[in-house]
Structures are given as C-alpha cells and as structure tokens.
C-alpha cells in the first residue's frame, strides 16, 4: 500500500478491508439476483422490467469491481470463494423461484433497501476518517437510491395500468 495512502486513513484499516469485504459478497449476490430475475421474469410490463433488472445487473457488478479495487489498493484480499459470499452477505439472496414480475420488482426492492441502509451506516464510520473510500461508497448509495427509486416506479406503472 503507498505510504501517503496508508497514513491518510485515521481508522483501522482492516475494519475498512472487512466492511468492503462484506460489501462485495452482497453486490454480487444483487448482481446474480437482478441478472438471474431479468432471464425468468414473466407477466406485467414485461420486456421493461427485463431492461431495468439487466442494466441493474451491470451497476451491481461495476459497483462489486469498485469494491475490488480499493480492497487490492488497500492491500486487502477480496473475497476468492465465492461460498464467501453467502457467508460475509447481510441482504442475502431471494431466489427467484416465482416469475411474476411484480414479485421479482418487490424482492430486488427488498435487496436495494438493505443495501441503501448497509452503505449509509457504513458512511458514518468512514466520515472524516478515510475520504477516498468514503467517496467510493457515496457514488455507490447514490446509484442505490436511484435504483430504488426506478423499481419503485415500475411498481408504480403497473398499479396504475391495473385501474
Ligand atoms: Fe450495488
Ligand atoms: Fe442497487
Ligand atoms: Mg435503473
């Protein structure tokens, strides 16, 4: 790790490493639930929740990539295994075993509300005491919300169209 990179963080960190760690087993776990759900989705609105499952797939991964990145710069070893990842996860995964779209919208919104709350607490720890992962982790919950907010508006769509 570069000298002026380890001696500008003011906390352990290898609590910063564990927290990334633990980050990354629920992005990929988002990653296959959002890339898995936009493969069997079935019903209402269709080829729109296809789109808006896949695109946030690719978020998720982009987001899991960024982890990975600070974790090596930080001298961490990301998650190798991933039978890690069901260990280290804290949203989990919710197979998609029903294809009913608003049941697949309503278990992706369940995983972005965790991950929203799980990247917000963890901005409280880094605050004042490592920016640059703090500000990794705000570009991430920023595509969070907006992720929230897409679902939430399918949701939206498809009550309306039922009236
Ligand atoms: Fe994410
Ligand atoms: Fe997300
Ligand atoms: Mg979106």
Redesign the pocket.
Known sequence: MGKQTKAIIKMDVKTVIKELNKALADEFLAAYQYWIGSKVVKGFFRKTVQE?LA??AN?EFRHAQMLTDRIIQLDGTPILDPKDWYKLTTCGFIPPKDPNSIKILNQNLKGERCAIGIYNNLLKKLKDKDGETFHIVCHILREEL??E???EAILEDIELSKK
Do not use: C, S
């Open positions: 808006e695109e946030h978020d907006k992720h907010n897409d679902l």
